[in-house]
């Protein structure tokens, strides 16, 4: 298994080389301790957290529109590939590997969850940000949001990618708009950090798309 993932990788990217070498050798160095002493665990993650500053053009956009209502974020649905500890890379057109020494600290579709909320919250100030079954202020227009995560993961370009589709529907369960999303950040440097944090800049990325999206709704 070692010697396939070596082969596999030699014709990557620097960058994902780096990232699946760094787990290759991680198993190495494990096996060649034995008995000498503990073997420290995997490294766990967390998305780093949304406060990077909304920007005044952002701020100002969102003013535009009266930006005073409820929405209600439904529990994300995540792929299938996607919903275990272990961070993904996509390594060609067929092929996805699954980290095991670098895993999530937390499921990643609720990260995803609260990372959104949160920047919602923050781009929407005036705006009331719940998840799906909690009260919602009386007098407030009521949006719905919805979303299906396939790909959040590295690629064998360098960049990370989320990816998916999402539906804004209005109080009554109407559907108002429906689109698909694919976002892309570079990797600021090589490992599992560096993916972890351009992982986290194109959800916040694509966060800040549907925080536009709601507050145009109100057109």
Known sequence: ???????????????????????????????????????????TYLLPSSNLAITANQQL??????????????????????????IVMQLNDIEVYQAREHLWAEGIGQQLQQQLQQ???????????????QPVQAGLP???????????QGQQSGDALAEGQWQLLDGSGQLLTQRSFSVTAPL??????????????????????LAKELASSQR
């Not at 956009?61 to 272990?86: K, S």
């Not at 009521?142 to 959040?152: A, G």
Request: glycine share 10%.
């Open 188 to 209: 600021a440097d090589n490992g599992y950090p560096a993916l972890v944090r351009a992982l986290g800049q194109a959800w916040q990325q694509q966060a800040d798309v």
């Open 1 to 43: 298994m070692i010697h396939r993932n070596k082969i596999a990788a030699q014709s990557k990217p620097r960058r994902l080389t780096s990232l699946i070498g760094a787990s290759l050798l991680g198993v190495t160095l494990m096996g060649l301790a034995g008995c000498a002493g503990p073997v420290s665990g995997p490294t």
């Open 119 to 133: 920047r919602l919250a923050l781009a929407l100030p005036n705006a009331q940000i719940i998840s799906k079954g």
């Open 61 to 86: 956009g969102y003013q535009q529109f009266d930006n005073r209502l409820a929405v209600i974020v439904a529990p994300l649905r995540i792929a299938e590939h996607l919903d275990n500890e272990g």
């Open 142 to 152: 009521v949006r719905e949001l919805r979303l299906q995560v396939n790909r959040f």
